[in-house]
């Protein structure tokens, strides 16, 4: 192989140069990113950028030793055998390495709608989040939830708008993220659960009950969807992303597919997953770079989140998808620290929930790792070590 063709700059491609650079890898590489960016990370964005605690989050990796050929600014607009078709011209590849990411979903409405994906996205939020500012934020998900904690703190008046009964319902099932709930209002934030907007209109929102929202700033953060686009009529497979095996090989033998835009099949969890979480950009790479180079590598993570909202550090590992039951280790009502455990077969941890409780985070991850059974009398009790349960 002499040539690899990395497309997407972001956290997941920049790590696949470096693997496969680790993994002895001499030929020539190239990186090819749409945004003019050096790659950087992106959950500051939400958090120490939209609280003006700085303004880069560049990637520390060294691309001039890695001896990559960066090209910014360069968009991949199609694939055929061995060819990128971009914006610049054609690439030809020995072996591809697909990293995307994704974009994210925008509500209909000839109001202006800001979101958060990049780093020209959050400082120009930023700039908006002034003292007395109208923000209305549409999605009590996790980055809704992190950036009306940032408007709330900016002194904004802030409304989020959420069409779920819960915050963080999609992630996390309305019971669990339902314990979130109090955090807004403590904050000074106006939570509307069971609220649909229909359309971001010039200066507000308009609901699918028909009444209207006044807002200064829209931000409208509903989710993403995988950037495969430019994949449309080539031999790679896409449903939900671009679909590949656990060695994360694509329908193409000499073409990988890395982070958010990757659906992979987990053997642990005996099912698809694509995961839109930093950890899996960070570490499905050393996997992808593998397969592509012909070693044998699979990949199959507990994956890991975490949040920082409302004062909390919020962290989540595991798969819930298939727990037939959770419990609660400590009383969100009461205690300030908590945690979410999702179980299967009445003893098995499938997944869990902190808040600020890091190391129920590191242990329960090791036991959803590990599989062991646990005693769930025990692990009720949050003063019992969850490693002794
Ligand atoms: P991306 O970071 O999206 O990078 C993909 C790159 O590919 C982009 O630069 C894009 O412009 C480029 N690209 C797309 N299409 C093309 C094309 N056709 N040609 C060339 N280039 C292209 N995760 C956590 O675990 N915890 C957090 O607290 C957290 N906070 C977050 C906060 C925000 C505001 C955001 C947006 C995300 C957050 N995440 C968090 C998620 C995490 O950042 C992502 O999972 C991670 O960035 C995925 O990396 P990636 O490299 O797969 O994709």
């Keep these: 192989m002499d040539h690899v063709v990395v497309v997407g700059a972001g956290l997941a491609g920049v790590r696949s140069v470096e693997a496969l650079r680790a993994h002895g890898f001499a030929g020539r590489i190239t990186l090819i990113g749409e945004e003019p960016h050096r790659p950087y990370d992106r959950p500051p964005l939400s958090k120490a950028v939209l609280l003006g605690q700085t303004d880069s989050t560049v990637v520390d990796s060294d691309l001039e030793a890695l001896d990559v050929r960066l090209r910014l600014g360069v968009a991949a607009k199609g694939l055929r055998d061995g060819v990128v078709e971009t914006t610049e011209g054609e690439l ?20 202006s709608q800001h979101v958060l994906r990049t780093i020209d996205d959050a400082l120009a939020l930023r700039a908006r989040l002034v003292p007395g500012a109208r923000i209305v934020v549409i999605g009590a998900g996790w980055i809704g939830a992190e950036v009306a904690t940032a408007a709330a703190k900016a002194g904004c008046e802030v409304i989020v708008i959420e069409a779920a009964e819960a915050p963080l319902a999609a992630a996390l099932g309305a019971a669990a993220g339902g314990h979130t709930a109090p955090w807004y209002e403590r904050a000074g934030v106006d939570l509307r659960l ?3 907007v229909g359309s971001v209109d010039l200066g507000g929102v308009t609901l699918m009950s028909g009444g209207r929202i006044d807002a200064d700033v829209i931000l409208t953060c509903v989710g993403v969807r995988p950037a495969v686009d430019w994949l449309k009529g080539s031999a790679v497979t896409v449903e939900d992303g671009v679909v590949v095996d656990e060695h994360l090989r694509t329908s193409l033998a000499d073409v990988v597919a890395v982070g958010d835009c990757a659906n992979w099949w987990s053997r642990r969890f005996g099912r698809r997953m694509r995961v839109e979480h930093w950890d899996t950009a960070l570490g499905a790479p050393d996997t992808a770079a593998a397969t592509l180079l012909g070693e044998v590598a699979v990949y199959d993570p507990v994956p890991y989140f975490w949040s920082e909202q409302f004062g909390h550090m919020v962290q989540f590992a595991g798969h819930r998808g298939v727990a037939t039951h959770m419990v609660l280790r400590g009383d969100p009502r009461a205690d300030e620290k908590w945690a979410v455990c999702w179980l299967t077969g009445e003893d098995r941890l499938t997944a869990i929930l902190t808040v600020d409780r890091p190391r129920d ?6 036991v959803v790792e590990g599989g062991q059974r646990l005693d769930v009398a025990r692990l009720v009790d949050p003063a019992v070590t969850l490693r002794d349960c």
């Design 361 to 366: 985070l590191v242990q329960g991850r090791r």
């Design 194 to 196: 069971d609220t649909m």
């Design 92 to 111: 030809d590849y020995d072996g591809l390495v697909i990293a995307t990411g994704a974009s994210p979903i925008r509500l209909r409405g000839e109001g």
